[in-house]
Structures are given as structure tokens and as C-alpha cells.
């Protein structure tokens, strides 16, 4: 069983930028074919947030971050990563990115196989 983690959560303040970072916990490579990125919020369930395909060549956002965040990978490294521009009170949220087998994007959280622990962020204004 592939097991994520991530890493490059924290506490910042409006208007701030962070970068998160998800690769497999074991070091090891692992098959994929779409990683993604989930939020959730204190009382709210898990949301969809973006998700890339391993060529890079198909991305989506959800559209509350469309503009401020990036999604991208390192095939090499079998990394992640969720740079997160202009954040807002509201974006504060634990992250989780995923990983999967399946050959086109999904935003629903049985498309991915492989989840990590998440990662704490916090915006403050």
C-alpha cells in the first residue's frame, strides 16, 4: 500500500504564498497516472481542490482558486506540489493530495487510490 505525505503547511497571513509538497512516504516509486489535492475545513467535508495528470497536459481547479494556485509534478521525484498564492481566511483548511490510477482527472475522492495525512494551513488576517 503506497502511502503519501506532505509537507509545507503553516501559519501565515492574508495575502501570503506557500508551497505544499506530497510524495510518497516510503521514497519508493509508485504507479500513478493523476495526483490531486484536497481540503478540508473544521466542520465541512473534504473538497476537491486540483488535479494534474502525470504529462502535465490536463489540469483543473476548483474555481475558488482558479488564478491564485498552481498544481504541478516532478515525475522524477514522484512529487506534488500546490503553490498557493493570495491566500484568504478562507482557504485555510488541513490538505491532502492523492494519488491514482485512473487515466482521466477526477475531483470526487474514490477517483484516487493513495492519500496522505495532510498538512495544516492556516490564514490569518
Known amino acids: 500500500q503506497v502511502r503519501l505525505v506532505e509537507s509545507g503547511g503553516g501559519l501565515v497571513q492574508t495575502g501570503d504564498s506557500l508551497r505544499l509538497s506530497c510524495t510518497s512516504a516510503?521514497?519508493?516509486?509508485?504507479?500513478?497516472?493523476?495526483m490531486g489535492w484536497f481540503r478540508q475545513a473544521p466542520g465541512k467535508e473534504r473538497e476537491f481542490v486540483a488535479t494534474?495528470?502525470?504529462?502535465?497536459?490536463?489540469?483543473y481547479y476548483v474555481d475558488s482558486v482558479k488564478g491564485r494556485f498552481t498544481i504541478s509534478t516532478d515525475n522524477a521525484k514522484n512529487t506534488v506540489y500546490l503553490q498557493m498564492n493570495s491566500l484568504k481566511p478562507e482557504d485555510a483548511a488541513v490538505y491532502y493530495c492523492a494519488a491514482g490510477n485512473r487515466l482521466v482527472l477526477g475531483r470526487r475522492r474514490y477517483d484516487y487510490d493513495y492519500w496522505g495525512q495532510g498538512t495544516q494551513v492556516t490564514v490569518y488576517s
Open positions: 494534474i495528470n502525470r504529462r502535465g497536459g490536463n489540469i
Open positions: 516510503s521514497g519508493r516509486t509508485f504507479s500513478w497516472n493523476v
